[in-house]
């Protein structure tokens, strides 16, 4: 069973870039079945996909937050990466990883999620 | 742009009672691609259902979907203490903005 762990600092101050890696385990990064997605979650609201990358490194933004996103995947590393640039407190969100299933977009497996708050 | 409408916002009940949910969107796509998370506190969401009506691995039988076009209903038959969560239905990387179950 396919397992994802987020990491990266848990603070960053406005202006500065985001950065997060998520370390898969239980499979391969290079399965043809999956696209590799963040998702992330403001507290006290609603989920919204930031983007998504297949192991090709094929990628895929949500157009509201395209200009300050960049996912990448390392596949001898058997991981992959966000960075979001220029943020601001609107980014302070739970995000997470996920395994999106190739063809029928589902999110199916999540990692645990790590909180990141931007914060001077 | 796939815009999902989730209703009610919010949905009080007492265990055992019948819960429905319910999720529009805003264009009729195929249902192959309609699923259904469930959310605890400090949790990542869980796949319930997939593909309008299948229930994904290990889910109980009391949580069952159905719909197709642009309405799609996720129903849990009999709420179980631990079914009281937020509840997501998502269409490609659109999700809808979650109804929460609360313990009346």
């Known amino acids: 069973q396919l397992q994802l762990q987020e990491s990266g600092p848990g603070l960053v101050k406005p202006s500065e870039t985001l950065s997060l890696t998520c370390t898969v385990s239980g499979g391969s990064i290079s399965n043809s079945n999956y696209y590799w997605g963040w998702i992330r979650q403001p507290p006290g609201k609603g989920l919204e996909w930031i983007g998504s990358?297949?192991?090709?490194?094929?990628?895929y933004y949500n157009p509201s937050l395209k200009s300050r996103v960049t996912i990448s995947v390392d596949t001898s590393k058997n991981h992959f990466s966000l960075r979001l640039s220029s943020v601001t407190a609107a980014d302070t969100a739970v995000y997470y990883c996920?395994?999106?299933?190739?063809?029928?977009?589902?999110?199916?497996?999540w990692g645990q999620g790590t909180l990141v708050t931007v914060s001077s | 742009e796939i815009v999902l409408t989730q209703s009610p916002g919010t949905l009080s009940l007492s265990p055992g009672e019948r819960a429905t949910l319910s999720c529009r969107a805003s264009?009729?796509?195929?249902?192959?691609?309609l699923a259904w998370y469930q959310q605890k506190p400090g949790q990542a969401p869980r796949l319930l259902i997939y593909s309008a009506s299948s229930r994904a691995t290990g889910i109980p039988d009391r949580f069952s979907g159905s719909g197709s076009g642009t309405d799609f209903t996720l129903t849990i038959s009999r709420l179980e203490p631990e079914d009281f969560a937020v509840y997501y239905c998502q269409q490609y990387e659109a999700f809808g903005q979650g109804t929460k179950v609360e313990i009346k």
């Open positions: 264009q009729s796509l195929s249902s192959s691609y």
């Open positions: 996920a395994t999106i299933r190739a063809g029928i977009h589902l999110f199916d497996y």
């Open positions: 990358i297949y192991y090709t490194g094929n990628t």
